[in-house]
């Protein structure tokens, strides 16, 4: 039997990858509903994300999504941010034409809270793309929305893969690790995306040419985006092409079969400046600290790409 749609929270900051994860969910509506997306300063600022979130749904074809701008800088420390990856936008490759749709007026930490106390406890789901700052900040100012939360679903993190932005830090962890210590801290039934997954669902040329390939502007500029995303990747790690991170989340949304993990106790480093962000992933269950996160291991990456083809296909 089909299940109703999962109510969802897209907290973001793009960033191409985010922007494959975005579109995923809006060509999904059987599988996620999304009751806002909330920008968040992370790969670029926040004048930069909330913009971007914005083109996204216009390229999706969905002004009436609700974007919010949420927090432009981490709880207790400076913003570090990733235009060698993403560009100066955050979203260099294709150009794109500026947003009409509006901002939405209220701050997107206020909308996350007021969201989970309207909506029925348990029934919605946070999926974080970016540093974790708006979710921790809605955790520290309205404590009662946490027992509310369905799950978290996130893109952070790495234990096999070290890290990302230094040799012991993923991104998203490394720029805000007091907000990913709370969240992780939180008691909330957490699923972690960290780059052993998202270094598995790499672009390739096929894939990219299967993503142009539909013929549709939504295609040739999920192509392009890659195009200009894999430059970076390809030279760092002489791969094939470059990993497709935060679509991982949605896609676990709507095809968890496609991964596999482990519950184990992760915790986060906030003190040391040579390990800042690390994410301490019990993988072998040696401290006896409790599970508190499903940290995945491994994606079937063709199944992966196979669906987002799919699903950009119908936008
Ligand atoms: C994460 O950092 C950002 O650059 C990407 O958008 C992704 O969320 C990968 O480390
Ligand atoms: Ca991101």
């Given at each position: 039997m089909q299940h109703p749609p999962r109510k969802i929270i897209i907290d973001t900051d793009p960033g191409q990858d985010d922007a494959f994860a975005i579109l995923l969910a809006l060509a999904s509506p059987e599988d996620v509903e999304v009751l806002g997306l909330t920008a968040v300063a992370g790969n670029v600022g926040l004048n930069w994300t909330e913009r971007n979130t914005r083109i996204i749904c216009e390229l999706a074809g969905k002004p009436q999504m609700k974007v919010f701008a949420g927090c432009d800088r981490p709880m207790r420390r400076d913003l570090v941010t990733a235009e060698h990856v993403h560009g100066k936008t955050g979203l260099d490759g294709p150009v794109m034409v500026e947003p009409t749709m509006p901002l939405q007026s209220q701050h997107g930490v206020d909308f996350i809270i007021e969201t989970l106390r309207r909506e029925?406890?348990?029934?919605v789901t946070l999926c974080p793309l970016g540093p974790l700052t708006n979710i921790a900040t809605a955790f520290v100012r309205a404590p009662d929305i946490v027992g509310r939360i369905a799950q978290i679903v996130l893109m952070g993190g790495g234990y096999f893969?070290?890290?990302?932005?230094?040799?012991?830090?993923?991104f998203n962890i490394f720029v805000d690790p007091e907000a990913a210590d709370i969240v992780f801290r939180a008691g909330v039934p957490l699923v972690v995306m960290p780059l052993d997954v998202t270094h598995k669902a790499l672009t390739s040329r096929a894939r990219v040419e299967a993503f142009r390939a539909l013929g549709s502007t939504v295609g040739r500029v999920a192509a392009e985006w890659a195009d200009f995303f894999e430059r970076f990747d390809m030279e760092k790690y002489g791969s094939d092409g470059a990993p497709l991170h935060d679509p991982c989340v949605i896609a676990y949304l709507i095809r968890p079969d496609l991964f596999k993990g482990r519950h184990i106790n992760v915790m986060i480093e906030?003190?040391?400046?040579?390990?800042?962000?690390?994410?301490?992933?019990d993988w072998w269950g040696v401290t006896g600290r409790p599970a508190n996160a499903l940290f995945m291991g491994s994606v079937d990456a063709n199944g992966f790409f196979d669906l987002l083809t799919e699903r950009l296909g119908r936008l």
């Open positions: 029925p406890t348990g029934s893969e070290g890290g990302n932005i230094t040799p012991a830090a993923e906030t003190q040391s400046e040579l390990t800042r962000g690390m994410t301490v992933a």
